[in-house]
C-alpha cells in the first residue's frame, strides 16, 4: 500500500460547483498535512496547509481526520482557473512525501 | 525576491551521455531537493541534502549524483544517461526540514 493515495481523477466539475478530495496515509505517525497545486507543466506550489482543527481559504477548506488517517480538499464556487492537479502531501520524521495527485478539471 | 532556478529548462541528450542540471537557489536554505516526475508515478526523490557537503540518496538515486559545495547550489549529474532517465526533473529548497518546499520550474530532459 502507498504511504499516501489519491484518486488520480480527473474529476470533471462545472463551474460554479462545490467540489472535494480525499487523501489516505497509511503511516499513523504523520505530522503535517499539505495540500500543493500543480498547473500543467508547471512546478507544484503549497496551496494550503492543513490543521487539525480545519483551515479555510477563502473558497478552500482543508480538513484532517486522524483517526481515519486521510485529508481532505472542499472548494466551493470553482473556477476555470482551479484547473489543475492538486497534490497530498505528508510530513513523517521530516520526509516530505507526495500523493500523485488528482486531476481537476472545471468546464465552462 | 528570493527564487529558485534550474537550467537548462529543456534538454535532448544521446544515451551514455554524462549530462549535469543545475539547481541554484537565493532563498539561503539548508534543505534542498531533487525530483523527478513521471505519468503515473507522481513526484519521487531522487537525492536531497540538508546543508554544505551533506548529500543523501532518495528512493531512485540509482545512476544519479549530487553535491552540495555552497548553500546555493545543488546540481545534478547523470552519470551516464539512459532513456529510463527521460522526464521531468524538480529542484527543489526548503528551509524548515518537512514543511513548504518552493520548486524550480522544472527541467524536461529526454534522452535518445
Known amino acids: 500500500r502507498k504511504e499516501v493515495e489519491q484518486d488520480p481523477g480527473p474529476f470533471n466539475v462545472p463551474e460554479g460547483a462545490t467540489v472535494a478530495f480525499n487523501c489516505t496515509y497509511s503511516?499513523?505517525?504523520?505530522?503535517?498535512f499539505f495540500w500543493y497545486r500543480q498547473d500543467c507543466r508547471k512546478e507544484p506550489k503549497l496551496l494550503m496547509s492543513?490543521?487539525?482543527s480545519g483551515n479555510e481559504d477563502g473558497r478552500f477548506t482543508a480538513q484532517l481526520n486522524r483517526a481515519s488517517q486521510y485529508i481532505s480538499l472542499l472548494i466551493r464556487d470553482s473556477k476555470l482557473s482551479d484547473s489543475a492537479t492538486y497534490l497530498c502531501?505528508?510530513?513523517?520524521?521530516?520526509?516530505?512525501?507526495f500523493g500523485k495527485g488528482t486531476r481537476l478539471h472545471i468546464l465552462p | 525576491d528570493a527564487e529558485i532556478t534550474q537550467s537548462p529548462r529543456h534538454k535532448i541528450t544521446e544515451t551514455g551521455r554524462q549530462v549535469t542540471l543545475a539547481c541554484h537557489q537565493t532563498?539561503?536554505?539548508?534543505?534542498m531537493f531533487w525530483y523527478r516526475q513521471d505519468l503515473g508515478h507522481g513526484l519521487r526523490l531522487i537525492h536531497y541534502?540538508?546543508?554544505?557537503?551533506?548529500?543523501n540518496k532518495g528512493e531512485v538515486s540509482d545512476g544519479y549524483s549530487v553535491s552540495r559545495s555552497n548553500t546555493e547550489d545543488l546540481p545534478l549529474t547523470l552519470e551516464s544517461a539512459a532513456s529510463s532517465q527521460t522526464s521531468v526533473y524538480f529542484c527543489?529548497?526548503?528551509?524548515?526540514?518537512?514543511?513548504?518546499?518552493?520548486f524550480g520550474p522544472g527541467t524536461r530532459l529526454t534522452v535518445t
Open positions: 527543489a529548497s526548503s528551509g524548515v526540514l518537512g514543511y513548504e518546499q518552493y
Open positions: 503511516n499513523s505517525a504523520s505530522q503535517s
Open positions: 492543513v490543521y487539525s
Open positions: 502531501v505528508v510530513n513523517r520524521d521530516d520526509k516530505i512525501i
Open positions: 532563498w539561503n536554505h539548508n534543505n
Open positions: 541534502s540538508y546543508g554544505v557537503h551533506d548529500t
